[in-house]
Nanobody, 124 residues
Framework: QVVLVESGGGLVQPGGSLRLSCAAS????????MSWFRQAPGKELEFVAA????????SYAASVKGRFTISRDNAKGTEYLQMNSLKPEDTAIYYC?????????????????WGQGTQVTVSS
């Protein structure tokens, strides 16, 4: 059983930055494809980014490409999402998700394990 715990959310002004972390336990981290999804109030769950267990291949949603950076530290069992140039429309609950030997899926159904979420609010 994989347990995921997110941290790093908060309130930030437009144009600011935040770094989210997701610590995984219960499984060999290097075999996990890791991802981030988000859900804004009244909207569906949306793919943000994913990083493969294989060679660190990465995929981004068009809405965050160039502003967000996903990374992982296998030694620490943690993935990160560095978010720069934040916009009010980035406001959402951000969820970490994982799949054992997963592909770079953009569909939430492709991930078996989920964290509890962390709130990101971008507002002046």
């Amino acid at each position: 059983q994989v347990v995921l715990v997110e941290s790093g959310g908060g309130l930030v002004q437009p144009g600011g930055s935040l770094r989210l972390s997701c610590a995984a336990s219960g499984h060999t981290f290097s075999t996990l494809t890791m991802s981030w999804f988000r859900q804004a109030p009244g909207k569906e769950l949306e793919f943000v980014a994913a990083i493969s267990y294989v060679s660190g291949m990465i995929s981004y949603a068009a809405s965050v490409k160039g502003r967000f950076t996903i990374s992982r530290d296998n030694a620490k069992g943690t993935e990160y999402l560095q978010m720069n140039s934040l916009k009010p429309e980035d406001t959402a609950i951000y969820y970490c998700a994982a799949e054992v030997y997963g592909g770079l899926g953009r569909n939430a159904r492709e991930y078996s394990y989920w964290g509890q979420g962390t709130q990101v609010t971008v507002s002046s």
